[in-house]
């Protein structure tokens, strides 16, 4: 089957959207909708703001944060990532810089757009701005008051992509911008 036309009208119409819960972090609505079979339904979404996902590569090491995911009750291991709160105005190159130094102390010489993934739509709006960070240097951190248990590891790059075959790195958004980095990387040769 073809991809849809963008000039084609959506095969879903919102009838009515209300706001169900909102923090300072997210906000949660409820779509009636009307497919185009003519079955109503409803869609629940979560809009979040802009996010960033940071790869810190220092020539065969990568940079990654663990800490524990309380939707998942575990510590995990990834590539450092947030998002601005919904009030907050910056560029995508300045949310990445701020994560880079918030969770590992570090500023990057330079930072490379990658491109923008959408994290999860089938039920979350929101965008993740990949960004590669080289000539990084130690400025100190200034962690969020989430973040009190975040610990910063330093491993080669052999052993990131190890763990991520074997399942002891799951977070699809480091898998997905590790991706696109190998991919951008083949094509800079």
Partial sequence: MPPRDPQDPPSITTL???????????????????RSNGQKGIYGVVDKSDSA???????????????????????ALELPQGSWEED????????????????TGLHAATMTYL????????????QQHVFLAT???????????????LTLHSIPIADFEQRMLDGRIRDNCTIAAWGLYRIWKERQQ
């Fill in 16 to 34: 009515a959207s209300r706001e169900i819960y909102r923090n300072r972090w997210m906000r949660v609505r409820e779509d009636e909708i009307l």
């Fill in 53 to 75: 996902i940071i790869l810190p590569v220092d020539g065969d090491r990568v940079w990654l944060v663990e800490q524990f995911r309380y939707t998942i009750q575990a510590r």
């Fill in 88 to 103: 907050e105005d910056a560029t995508a190159e300045e949310l990445a810089r701020g994560e880079l130094q918030e969770e």
């Fill in 115 to 126: 491109g923008t993934l959408w994290i999860a739509y089938g039920f979350l709006r929101q």
């Fill in 135 to 149: 000539g990084l240097s130690p400025v100190g951190t200034d962690p969020d008051a989430e973040e009190h248990d």
